[in-house]
């Protein structure tokens, strides 16, 4: 049996276009695996002989036959599409707001509902699926990948399927970053941390106050796009299409 082709849309967490992904993967009934990797132990039997493990800290995982090859997933999972998130360097040294431990650690992410990786070559920081490193700017951002991999997990089995409807909750996710800036720059002693880390040899007294006022613009950016995007408490339908048709 296959699946439709059909298109569907991600939404560019920090900007208002929509890039409409066309997608056309065929549904297979078996699972592939990696050459050389040892079967996941703790699944049922009869799923547990076709599991293979795969580079994510969560264990293992099989990918259903898609119709293509590793290399092509992996340009899925990497390939910057030019979103714009925060500086990439700030995403690796934030801290969790009520804690030392990292933003991006593997437990943060998977609250989150994202998938995290192991690091690797073409991986090198361990990045989770679907967030990227746009060289051309040195931000963090996210690929069509963040919102098109879905992942079953069933009794110590986990089966990959590129292109499904993420979990991944992008809400939380913006808001806890947007809570991490704002906590490195009340704390002190966070903040010192967080500036030794992205200055590294150049954690001088005056490059600390350029990286707060940095921190500052930033944080007003990603404050005011929650704002317009994820209001507390949106108005009543029946407010919205009064104040319309007022203006019409």
Known sequence: ??????????????????????????????VSSEPGRAPASTAPAPVRARIAAVDTPAGGAAYLD???????????????????LVPYRWFLALEQP???????????????????????????????????????TDWLGFTCAACHSAQVNYQGAAIRIDGG????DVAGLLTSLTDALRQTLQDPPKFERFAAEVLGSVNTAGERQILKAQMEYVLALRDGYNQRNMPAEPAPLDSAVSTRSARS
Not at 11 to 28: I, Q, S, Y
Not at 66 to 84: I, N, V
């Open 1 to 30: 049996m296959t699946c439709n082709t059909r298109s569907i849309s991600l939404h560019a967490a920090d900007r208002c276009a929509v890039l409409l992904c066309l997608l056309a993967f065929p549904c297979a009934s078996g």
């Open 165 to 168: 409807p993420s979990f991944g």
């Open 66 to 84: 898609q119709g293509w090859t590793a290399d092509q997933r992996l340009a899925f999972y990497t390939t910057s599409q030019g979103s714009q």
């Open 98 to 136: 009520a804690s030392q431990d990292k933003l991006r650690s593997d437990a943060k992410i998977e609250r989150l509902r994202y998938l995290a990786q192991a690091a690797s070559e073409a991986n090198p920081d361990g990045l989770p699926v679907g967030f990227v490193k746009d060289k051309e």
